[in-house]
């Protein structure tokens, strides 16, 4: 069974970098695509980041394009959100997820909710002005 679980949330203040890490156990690396996403209150939760099983594909939010960075180990079955430069609008619940991708980047590209099954029970993230 898959299970992410994330960790390295906390209060940042504004400007401040903040790096996020998931351990997803139970699945192909092969197969899933990893992503990050986040959910202000009062919010629906939205793509952040994600990234195909073998690293070559990245996708990002506009807003956090240039800001952000995912990354992977399949060796150690991780995935990791370096956000560089926080702003007040980045706080919010981060979630970890995984698709099976079966050899598409199709889930990459779209970087939808609706396209990933297994979660994480998410890490805080609070930024501070």
């Known amino acids: 069974q898959v299970q992410p679980v994330e960790s390295g949330g906390g209060l940042v203040p504004a400007g401040w970098p903040l790096r996020l890490s998931c351990a997803a156990s139970?699945?192909?690396?092969?197969?899933?695509?990893l992503g990050w996403f986040r959910q202000a209150p009062g919010t629906e939760r939205e793509g952040v980041a994600v990234i195909s099983p073998g690293g070559g594909m990245t996708n990002y939010a506009d807003d956090v394009e240039g800001r952000f960075t995912i990354s992977r180990d399949n060796t150690k079955n991780t995935v990791d959100l370096q956000m560089n430069t926080q702003k007040r609008e980045d706080a919010a619940m981060y979630y970890c997820a995984a698709s099976d991708c079966r050899g598409s980047t199709d889930n990459v590209r779209r970087m939808r909710r609706a396209d990933f099954r297994y979660w994480g029970q998410g890490t805080q993230v609070t930024v501070s002005s």
């Open positions: 139970g699945f192909p690396d092969s197969r899933y695509c």
